[in-house]
């Protein structure tokens, strides 16, 4: 998976081409992603206890992730990414971080 919960991704094919969101949540074993605000589609509900009223409710609908490439934080550009493996030296291991391919930036998220 090149893509990570809280990335910023933009779309590359579809109806949403082109249009870059956050990434919400992510779907490894679907290799599926659910970007902010992209792909949305409307369920209709029944009246439950909890929303009396029903109706229409739009969601995200998750997108595959080879249709999603990662914008770089640092280059704001969407790249492709390599993995390298650094010494942690505060955690003594080696951990493997993802750098943006076209500034060389560490993309490191904590999760
Ligand atoms: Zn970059």
Same mark, same amino acid.
């Given at each position: 998976?090149?893509?990570?919960?809280?990335?910023?991704?933009?779309?590359?094919?579809?109806?949403?081409?082109? #249009?870059? *969101?956050?990434?919400? #949540?992510?779907?490894?074993?679907e290799k599926k992603a659910?970007?902010? *605000?992209?792909?949305?589609? #409307?369920?209709?509900?029944?009246?439950?206890?909890?929303?009396?009223? *029903?109706?229409?409710?739009?969601?995200?609908?998750?997108?595959?992730?080879?249709?999603?490439?990662?914008?770089c934080p640092k280059c704001?550009?969407?790249?492709?990414? #390599?993995?390298?493996?650094?010494?942690?030296?505060?955690?003594?291991?080696?951990?493997?971080?993802?750098?943006?391919?076209?500034?060389?930036?560490?993309?490191?998220?904590?999760?």
């Amino acid at each position: 998976m090149h893509i990570r919960k809280e990335d910023t991704v933009v779309v590359l094919s579809g109806n949403f081409r082109g #249009k870059q *969101g956050r990434v919400l #949540k992510v779907f490894p074993d679907e290799k599926k992603a659910i970007v902010e *605000g992209l792909r949305m589609i #409307k369920r209709h509900t029944r009246a439950t206890a909890k929303n009396s009223q *029903g109706g229409i409710v739009e969601k995200e609908a998750p997108i595959h992730i080879s249709n999603l490439m990662l914008v770089c934080p640092k280059c704001n550009k969407p790249t492709r990414i #390599k993995r390298n493996v650094v010494r942690n030296e505060a955690q003594n291991k080696n951990i493997r971080v993802r750098v943006c391919k076209k500034c060389n930036e560490m993309l490191i998220k904590t999760t």
